[in-house]
């Protein structure tokens, strides 16, 4: 992706997932904003989105982060929420025997001693291969991988969901499920 998209992209997300009200739109419930309001606010702002970056990048994002509707109206981050307004209603889903999370070694303490806690955002996200738990880690600095007993937390009655793009996601993993993998 080139520079301009990939900005682009990073602004979608934190205004889609984040600070809507920064660009002066409301997102629904199921965090959808209306793409004309979406691409005027933007303007306004100063960041020149047309529907064609937009559909390119809903198209062309490696992680999948965003959704548009059917007829091309509305768009949305499919999980990544912070704003109280967006509570998407995934449907529970039984997760496999293990997920993993990727963090960096600099959190592995507090990870340790609190568990995964999904902080400002609505979700714990998860991962089904390790090699994306290495590339989210990495992203935060030196990676650490944590194995997530999935199976066990669900037989306990933790619930579990998966967002459109496949990343699981959860409320909370208490530290009696989590095991630090060698990267």
Known sequence: MNKHLVDTS???????????????IALDNEGW????ELIAGARRK???ID??????????NDKKRFAMSPDGSRIRAVQGHSTADVTIAYEP???????FHGTATRFLSAILAEGLVSGSRHHVHLSATTDTAIAVGQRHGKPA?????AKAMHSEGIAFYQSE?????????????????EV
């Open 145 to 149: 991988v944590l194995r997530v007993d």
């Open 51 to 60: 529907r064609a970056t937009i559909a390119t990048i809903v198209a062309d």
């Open 46 to 48: 100063g960041h020149a």
């Open 10 to 24: 990073k602004f979608l997300s934190l205004v889609l997932r984040h600070q809507p009200e920064l660009i002066g």
């Open 93 to 99: 889903r039984i997760p496999p025997d293990l997920l």
């Open 33 to 36: 904003a209306h793409m004309d």
């Open 165 to 181: 793009n496949g990343v699981w996601l959860t409320k909370h993993v208490p530290v009696r499920f989590l095991a630090e993998l």
